[in-house]
Every structure is written in structure tokens, then in C-alpha cells.
């Protein structure tokens, strides 16, 4: 019997039509790189290209006449008859299957990934199927190495975390001994020490605050990654004016005008959402311009599945060589004198955008004002909004 005796219909069938002249059903069935295979519906191989023959490793003779089960691993040849079977049934007339990944078998007994696609042919003859198979070793292989990958960065990640949050904790009680004794020197030896000797201490408890305030900011920062608190459907302009609330005073005594547009309802940790408009308002006022009262715009845009938000200020910006380096913890570019605060705000905002599977950037004009975005997914579609 011909491997191609299937493939042998009429001229209107076996010819396609080309810029110069026709080709043959044959020729591109053998042109194929993937394993192709005409079958009948129980199963049997009436034809096979070339390919079939290298992947598989058994010459067209071996597998014309044959079950398509031998092209399978053991327990994958039956589940591929029995869901062709199923499959056929259900779909009387046309049936295209979708890939489905097996284990094949060569003739040297090895098995391998395959990914198959089944499809029924319009054959005048009777009903008759093709089969093509693709030897997939590699792209499981590709896939196997990001798996690794992934669990191990999220490995090293976690022992980070673990130890950001340990050493920020333990070195709490250290520092309280270094501060409480400083203090009690101080008070015990009052009048024995000099000016000198007092503004030396004056800075090393200045130096222990600043370290009490960065391993607090640190710690908080860690439990970000800890805190696995439920995502609710929260209406972003409760949390926004929330937020607002905490920062009463500082929009008081700034004379801030503060302007909050519809924000839409969103899917995310609260708590974790609240710190995020504070700690970007926040900003806004705390680095305002030197002439004029903050005015700080919050508003939110759709754009594509998720929500962009942004918050605009006024302020003193940011030069443009520092952008990129903002959201870097403990990274500031102004003295701990002139404005207080340890640089754990952006990188906390940027920890809680992504782990809302979202970004946060920024853009700004120095000595005109700074523009913060940030991406939020929305809210699965068609669910009742309600406020969390
Ligand atoms: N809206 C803004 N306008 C101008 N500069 C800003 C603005 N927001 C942040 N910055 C700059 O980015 C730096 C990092 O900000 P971040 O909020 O992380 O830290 P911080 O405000 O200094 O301290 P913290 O937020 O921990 O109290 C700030 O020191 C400031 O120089
Ligand atoms: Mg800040």
C-alpha cells in the first residue's frame, strides 16, 4: 500500500492553485516540519509525511496499516482513542481539534513532549482524519527552566524578606540599650561633663532616633510582603479621602488645595491602598515649591484592564537624573533637616502597586511640579460593585 494512498484524491482536491501553476496536496503535506498523519476515525494510519518519519523514527512502511496508538507513550495511546472518540461524537460534522499535549513515543522506545491537533477532512470519500504532531522537548524544557527560575527568585526573595524583617526586629533592642543608656549618661554625669562632651551626646541620641525611625520605616516596609490581607472591592475615592484625612494637618497649615477627581471602584488591600495616596499627597505637600501653596490634582483614567491613576503637584520637582531612583528605599535627595523622613515612602508605594499587579513611575519638571502614575487592575468585570 502507498504511504500516500489516502492523499490521492482528485485532481480538484489534491491541487492548489499558485502564482506559477498548481501544487500538489502531496508536496505540501511532506514540506510540513510537524509529523503529519491521515487516519481513519478508529484510529488506523492510511498516510504519514516525512517528518513523521524523522520524529518518530519509523520508515512510512511501519506505520501505514497501523494504530496511531503507537505513536504514544503507554496510558496516553488509549486516552488519545478514547478523547477522538469522544471528541468525534460530539462533533458530528466538522471537528477541529485544539492542540493537546500527549507523551510520544519514538521507535527507540524513548518518549518525548508532543502536542497534537487533530482535524476531520473534507474527504468525498468518507470521513477521514488528520493528525498533526509536533515534537515539543524543547519548549517544555524552556518552560521547565522559567519554572526553576521563577521558584528560585521567589526562594531568594522570601530569605530577603525574611531577613529584612528579622534584622530590622532584632536590631530594635540593641538600639533601645544604646539610646536608654546614652540618656541615663547624660542625665547621671550632667554636671561633670563638658559642652563639648554634652553636644556629643546630643548626637549620638540624634544618630539613634534617625536609626529608631529607618529600622521602624524598614520593619513596616517588610510587612508589607507579609501581610497577605484580603483584596476587597474598595471604592477609591473613600480610601483617597481617607488618606486626606490623616493629612488634614499638613494641608492646613500648607494652605493646600487638594482636588480629587471620580476615581472608579478597585479590587485591592486597603490598608495598603490607604498608605499609597498618603504617602504620594503626602509628598506633594511636603516637597511644595518655596513660592506658592501646593495644589495637587488626583485623578483616574481607564486604560486597557486596569486603571491609571495619577497625582500631579506643583511642587519643587525632581531633577530628571533622580527619576529612576526615587522609588529606591532609603534613597532621598534632600537633608533629614529640611524635610524629615527616611526615603521608605516611594519604595513602599512601589511594593504596594506591584504587589497589585500594577507599575508606578513618575515624571517631573524641576522647579514646576512632579506627576506620579500608577496602575491598578479594575475590578473583575460584571460584579455588583459595593463598597468594602
Ligand atoms: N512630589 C514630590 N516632589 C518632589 N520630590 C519628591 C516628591 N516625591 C518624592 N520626592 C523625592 O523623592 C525622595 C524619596 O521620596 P520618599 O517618599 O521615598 O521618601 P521621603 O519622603 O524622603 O521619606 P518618607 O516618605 O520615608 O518619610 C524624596 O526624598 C524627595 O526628594
Ligand atoms: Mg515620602
Redesign the pocket.
Known sequence: MSPYEGLEADREHSEIAAPRGTLSARALFDALADAAFVFTPAGIIQACNFAAERIFGHSANELVGRSMCLLFADGDAESFLYQLQNDLHAHQTHYTGTPRELRGRRKTGETFALEITVTTLRDPDGERLLGIARDITERHAAQEQIRAQNARLQRANQELEQFTYVASHDLQEPLRMVSSFTELFARRYQGIIDDTGREFIGYALDGAKRMKLLIN?LLEYSRLSHDTGVHSKIDANRVCDDALKTLALAVRDSGAEVEVGKLPAITGHRAQLRVLFH?LIG??I??QAADRPPRIEVNALRDGNAWHFRVK?N????PEEFLGR?FHIF????RERR?P???????MCKRIVELHGGTIWAE?VRGEG?L?HFTLADRPPHEPFFSA
Request: no cysteine; net charge neutral; hydrophobic share 35%.
Open positions: 520605616d504617602q509628598n506633594a511636603k516637597y503637584d511642587g519643587m520637582g525632581i526615587i534613597h532621598r535627595l534632600h524635610f523622613g527616611t526615603g521608605v515612602g516611594l519604595a517631573s512632579s506620579f
